[in-house]
């Protein structure tokens, strides 16, 4: 890969959004919506019973940002929002007869808009732009007869917890060196979360790629000792991410963020004011889906541990 080959596919990216008119899409299309408002409608009229946790991790979207976009849906009588028939902590969307019939008018007018484009070419050149626009998926893997594969994010299921030590340790050991004093660490990690679970303040997901597990993280009360209903205490205020995993060969296809997002959406939707974690400096990958995600580094320091130097992090994340 050469710098020329890079500044090409920036070139041709630059081109086909203007093109499309990606970033005037209201005005492109005479609608006053965003290109991203748009596709929101469009995942919401085209999917069964979604819930907005689905739309964060199909369309890769802050928590926050797609909060106050269903927001604006709701007060403009677009779509309605309740309970999900799955998980009554997640939100259920259904448009309203309004709603689709905006989503119906947005998907006329962008095929119209798309017809427009074809027109303008000759049968032969338009059977060429077709044939290049599915090499393009084909190659950078989406395309209908070897469709990318289906992100999930699901509840852990009887062996996931165990699966999250076994691979914590495999992973770190290969890529980082860390000894056995991080697995045990894991073990009593996963092992409180079981025993001191609660479903109104903690959460793990399991992703999948087509079926097969490939990343993990929990979300729990920071101090997750202290369990406001055993108790009867004050309920918890900072949420902890932990053990964030995401296999090497799903690397760079979002479940990374996808994982960081439902943890955060999780977090605020709960009601707790924060959420932090602790991390440290040699897992760089991480820290960039912090940073994209909101999170400010608050404090570092050296330690000695896992049978290493490093240097530990601490990050938040206000709510």
């Not at 890529?175 to 679970?197: K, P, Q, T, W």
Request: some cysteine.
């Amino acid at each position: 890969m050469t710098g020329r080959e890079v500044q090409q596919v920036r070139s041709f990216n630059r081109f086909y959004t203007n093109l499309i008119g990606a970033l005037d899409y209201g005005r492109h299309l005479y609608t006053p919506y965003t290109l991203t408002e748009a596709r929101v409608l469009y995942e919401i009229s085209h999917g069964h019973r979604v819930d907005a946790a689905d739309l964060r991790s199909s369309l890769s979207l802050d928590a926050g940002y797609l909060s106050r976009l269903l927001t604006r849906f709701e007060e403009g009588g677009l779509i309605t929002r309740g309970p999900s028939e799955r998980d009554g902590r997640r939100q259920r969307i259904v448009l309203t007869e309004h709603g689709r019939a905006t989503a119906d008018l947005l998907e006329e007018r962008s095929r119209d808009s798309a017809g427009t484009l074809l027109k303008r070419l000759p049968g032969p050149d338009r059977t060429r732009l077709l044939e290049s626009m599915t090499a393009i998926r084909e190659l950078l893997g989406d395309s209908p007869e070897h469709p990318a594969p289906v992100l999930r994010l699901r509840d852990p299921e009887p062996g996931d917890l165990g699966w999250m030590v076994q691979r914590n340790a495999v992973l770190y050991a290969r890529e980082y060196g860390f000894d056995l004093s991080y697995e045990a660490l894991v073990a009593r990690i996963v092992a409180e979360y079981a025993e001191r679970y609660d479903p109104l303040w903690d959460r793990t997901w399991i992703a999948e790629l087509d079926g097969e597990r490939v990343g993990a993280v929990m979300c729990v009360r920071d101090g997750i000792e202290a369990a406001p209903r055993e108790t009867g205490g004050t309920p918890p205020s900072t949420a902890r991410l932990r053990l964030l995993l995401v296999e090497p060969e799903a690397r760079g296809r979002g479940v990374g963020q996808a994982l960081v997002s439902a943890c955060v959406g999780f977090a605020r939707e709960t009601g707790y004011r924060e959420l932090v974690l602790w991390t440290n400096s040699v897992l760089s990958a991480a820290r960039v889906l912090y940073e994209r995600a909101g999170f400010e580094l608050t404090a570092e320091r050296p330690h000695h541990s896992f049978g290493r130097e490093l240097v530990g992090q601490d990050w938040r994340l206000p709510l």
